[in-house]
């Protein structure tokens, strides 16, 4: 796939409060934010939250199976968490070519995050490295 700067790719996502769970179990990272209702309901979000890296797998998993695709590896990234993520909410991944850096096969990315308010969740810059020129 030859990409232009603008070309650019969205999708719909949902994570369940059963993957937060699975993903603390992986991760180690148990925090109670992410995992107890009542603990959670004394916070500034009043329920559970997604883990904020869970919730950036979806830029890598883009990258590397759909925008730019197979044979791309999302190899950096920054980014800001403007709002949480909920559980069994959906939202969407938005990732868009800024910029094209042919002597490396780098493309450098807009990351973000929506709900569908159209509400910016997560904002970032990441970077792919595509085996065929871009």
């Given at each position: ?15 369940t ?93 807009k ?24």
């Amino acid at each position: 796939m030859k990409l232009k700067i603008g070309d650019n790719y969205k999708e719909e996502f949902v994570i369940t409060q059963d993957m937060v769970k699975k993903f603390a179990e992986l991760t180690g990272d148990k925090n109670p934010l992410h995992l107890d209702k009542e603990f959670a309901s004394k916070t500034r979000f009043k329920k559970p939250i997604v883990h904020g890296l869970f919730s950036v797998t979806s830029f890598g998993k883009v990258m590397g199976t759909k925008f730019p695709g197979h044979g791309s590896i999302h190899v950096g990234q920054n980014l800001s968490f403007k709002k949480p993520l909920y559980p069994d909410t959906k939202y969407f991944v938005y990732i868009e070519l800024v910029k094209i850096i042919k002597k490396k096969h780098f493309g450098v990315f807009k990351t973000q995050i929506f709900d569908l308010k159209n509400n910016l969740i997560v904002d970032g810059t990441g970077i792919a490295l595509h085996e065929e020129k871009l």
